[in-house]
């Protein structure tokens, strides 16, 4: 079976499924994003300054325990 073939038995599986569909009385379709209920717009998240402050003084003091490491050695 080639692929060209196996693509088209999947198209016409599709158009049935959707004559289906539509003789059940269910002619609109649906979003993916609607059923799943996700929305269009990702929101960002928001940090607090104090939040900013505190991996800041976190990451200074990997540093300066990395750059003591190196006098060291």
Do not use: P
Not at 24 to 42: A, N, P, Q
Request: proline share 0%; aromatic share 2%; no cysteine.
């Amino acid at each position: 079976m080639s692929r060209a073939s196996i693509i088209a038995e999947i198209r016409q599986d599709i158009a049935r499924m959707e004559k289906v569909i539509e003789l059940l009385g269910g002619g609109s379709t649906v979003s993916i994003d609607e059923v799943v209920g996700k929305s269009g717009k990702k929101t960002r998240r928001k940090i607090s300054a104090a939040g900013r402050k505190r991996i800041a003084a976190a990451q200074k003091a990997r540093w300066a325990k990395v750059r003591a490491g190196k006098k060291v050695s």
